[in-house]
């Protein structure tokens, strides 16, 4: 399949959906390990988005993410506004393409992941989102084709594995060891961007 600009809106919309959906888990994941807003964030700037892309005006992948990033970026705030906004920009700057084919599709996930690694100074490990985007995309470039439950499976796995993690970036950092025994709320909103994904390339079979 191609990847087209309807596929981005889905993406988004579904996206959207999730965050809406688990707003207070990811609110009462950063309670524990943050500031407690990570959930009111994401809800406030992904509603936004999915509304704006909605509208359907936008004519391929590039600018659908190109819209995405400007309204994430202005309207989610806090350390994770800039981060995914970075990461959907990268993704529409990645492609000139209006629909775009798997190979392509990589290059966009690791130009968000390497946006996100510049924008937040951080690497895998440090229990960010990071360390949901990095698997993903060593995934993705291993197979051939879209894959739903490769993209999803492994986005599962890795953010469960950030409860293991101490982190050294964001304010969970502040708590040092006793950030153990959590799961990073990026990773988990994170989490719900790849299922989200995963089940719009799904319903295309
Ligand atoms: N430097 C970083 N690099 C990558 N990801 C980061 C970094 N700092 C924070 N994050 C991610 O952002 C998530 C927190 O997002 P949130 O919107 O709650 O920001 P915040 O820490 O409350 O920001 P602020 O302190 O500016 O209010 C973390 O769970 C982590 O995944
Ligand atoms: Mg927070």
């Not at 994770?80 to 993704?91: C, N």
Request: aromatic fraction near 6%; proline fraction near 2%.
């Amino acid at each position: 399949m191609k990847f087209e600009a309807q596929h981005a809106v889905q993406w988004i919309q579904k996206a959207n959906d999730k965050i809406q959906e688990h707003k207070d888990e990811l609110t009462e994941l950063d309670r524990k390990i943050g500031d407690g807003d990570h959930g009111i964030n994401m809800a406030r700037g992904f509603q936004e988005a999915a509304d704006e892309v909605s509208a359907g005006d936008l004519s391929g992948v590039p600018d659908v993410l190109k819209q995405t990033a400007t309204t994430v970026m202005s309207k989610v705030g806090g350390a994770s506004g800039p981060l995914y906004g970075t990461a959907f920009l990268k993704m529409s700057m990645a492609v000139k393409d209006e629909a775009v084919d798997y190979k392509q599709f990589v290059g966009m996930i690791e130009a968000a992941l390497g946006g996100i690694k510049q924008r937040g100074k951080s690497e895998e490990g440090e229990k960010t989102m990071i360390d949901v985007w990095s698997p993903v995309y060593e995934a993705m470039k291993d197979a051939d084709d879209f894959d739903a439950a490769l993209i999803k499976d492994t986005a599962s796995s890795s953010m469960e594995a950030t409860k293991e993690m101490t982190a050294t970036k964001g304010r969970a950092s502040y708590l040092k060891e006793r950030s153990k025994d959590h799961l990073d709320p990026g990773a988990v909103s994170s989490y719900y961007l790849f299922e989200a994904l995963s089940e719009t390339l799904k319903e295309e079979g």
